[in-house]
């Protein structure tokens, strides 16, 4: 069974920053869901990917909290987009099956 990683495990390792204070790059696959327009399921996944932000957001506009939610930001390394994720949601990290 080495080839399994607990959620909490996961959230630390995607938390993990390097000597220059950059996060690290993680591999990663998740399923889509959106509770309020009744959309979702769809799979996907990154190869290279980061956490975006974190806990300490100064947002004026809108601090959707997402560390109290238990949501975070990713973002692909070679892309722009930010991606919303619940991390009860990820199937694969680093090439392993995620479990609770």
Same mark, same amino acid.
């Given at each position: 069974? *080495?080839? @399994?990683?607990?959620?909490? *495990?996961?959230?630390?390792?995607?938390?993990?920053?390097?000597?220059?204070?950059?996060?690290?790059?993680f !591999? @990663?696959e998740? #399923?889509?869901?959106?509770?309020?327009?009744?959309?979702?399921g769809?799979?996907? !996944?990154?190869?290279?990917? #980061?956490?975006?932000?974190?806990a300490? !957001?100064? !947002?004026?506009?809108?601090n959707?909290?997402?560390?109290?939610?238990?949501?975070?930001?990713?973002?692909?390394?070679?892309? *722009?987009?930010?991606?919303?994720?619940?991390?009860?949601?990820?199937?694969?990290?680093n090439?392993?099956?995620?479990?609770?």
């Open positions: 069974m *080495d080839n @399994i990683i607990r959620t909490r *495990d996961m959230l630390a390792v995607m938390a993990m920053r390097n000597k220059g204070g950059d996060f690290i790059p !591999s @990663i998740f #399923v889509t869901c959106n509770e309020r327009f009744n959309e979702g769809k799979i996907i !996944s990154f190869d290279k990917a #980061v956490q975006y932000g974190g300490n !957001s100064k !947002s004026e506009i809108k959707p909290n997402n560390y109290e939610n238990f949501m975070r930001n990713i973002k692909p390394v070679a892309g *722009d987009r930010i991606t919303k994720i619940d991390p009860w949601l990820v199937r694969k990290f090439g392993m099956e995620v479990q609770l």
